[in-house]
């Protein structure tokens, strides 16, 4: 069975840091590029950051570049999302996504909050 | 990032057929197609609908994508009640090198 497991979320103050991680399972993890997306409270979805599969590219959203840092560890079968800088309209459920959105985790929560 | 605009909600009676759009611009939608995702309340996305419009496994045939120039369509036919759900479109930008997601559209079936 094809599962991502996120985990990593919690409570961290503003300008704090947070390392999230996405463990997968059941497929070949090197063959597809790994996605980054969050939903704030009550919100519609944004993409935060991918990762390509075997090309090493890398891609952000302006509202996280020079903070966030992605990265993956294919011998480990895990995505790794590292949150610098911490605001507090980073407030969101995280989600790790496969390829094209075909798989999701169920998500992880990140609240920066004084 | 702009995003891709999708109407807020959509209203339809049981059975019936909703069509939700999805309006980007040449380097998204017109470019590369949508897909289109399904998400129930406190639950994770699904993909009903890759860009090029075709449905994974297990999703059913009542959903249809489709594309016209830059607005890509989600088609719902014989709508059921579990069809409530917010859905949402998504698109590579070949301009901005990111993904753009739709703003999202709440169905409900009366």
């Known amino acids: 069975e094809v599962q991502l497991v996120e985990s990593g979320g919690g409570l961290v103050k503003p300008g704090g840091s947070l390392r999230l991680s996405c463990e997968a399972s059941?497929?070949?993890?090197?063959?597809?590029?790994m996605n980054w997306v969050r939903q704030a409270p009550g919100k519609g979805l944004e993409w935060v950051s991918s990762?390509?599969?075997?090309?090493?590219?890398?891609f952000y959203a302006d509202s996280v570049k020079g903070r966030f840092t992605i990265s993956r560890d294919n011998a480990k079968n895990s995505l790794y999302l590292q949150m610098n800088s911490l605001r507090v309209e980073d407030t969101a459920v995280y989600y790790c996504?496969?390829?094209?959105?075909?798989?999701w985790g169920q998500g992880t929560l990140v609240n920066v909050s004084s | 990032q702009a995003g891709l605009t999708q109407p807020p909600s959509v209203s339809k009676g049981l059975r019936q057929t909703a069509t939700l759009t999805c309006t980007g611009n040449?380097?998204?939608?017109?470019?590369?197609?949508a897909a289109w995702l399904q998400q129930y309340q406190g639950h994770p996305p699904r993909l009903l609908s890759s860009?090029?419009?075709n449905r994974p496994s297990g999703i059913s045939e009542r959903f249809s994508a489709s594309r016209s120039g830059d607005t890509a369509s989600l088609t719902i036919t014989g709508l059921q009640p579990e069809d409530e759900a917010d859905y949402y479109c998504?698109?590579?930008?070949?301009?901005?090198?990111?993904?753009?997601f739709g703003t999202g559209t709440k169905v409900t079936v009366l």
């Open positions: 996504a496969r390829g094209v959105f075909d798989t």
């Open positions: 059941g497929f070949t993890f090197s063959d597809y590029g």
């Open positions: 990762y390509s599969g075997t090309s090493n590219y890398i």
């Open positions: 040449s380097n998204n939608v017109g470019n590369q197609g």
């Open positions: 860009r090029n419009n």
């Open positions: 998504s698109a590579w930008d070949s301009s901005l090198s990111t993904y753009v």
